[in-house]
């Protein structure tokens, strides 16, 4: 349902040794809501933090402040 990297999943505890909650729809819906409320608290975008969903955070904010928009 939801394209989450092992390392967010991880770095969440959504994976362990023995589940990973990334498999279960209502689990993952959690954590993409969780990426994108973080990713627009710091954005102020939601168009930019559904790309920084994508491309990652770092990667939009560096985008953003070179060109300036």
């Known amino acids: 349902l939801w394209q989450i990297m092992p390392s967010v999943a991880r770095e969440k505890g959504y994976i362990s040794k023995h589940a990973d909650k990334r498999n279960h729809p209502f689990q993952a819906t959690k954590l993409a809501a969780r990426i994108l409320k973080h990713n627009h608290k710091n954005l102020k975008s939601w168009p ?18 070179l060109n300036g928009t």
């Open 48 to 65: 930019l933090a559904i790309t920084a969903y994508n491309h990652g955070l770092a990667g939009v904010n560096r985008m953003t402040r």
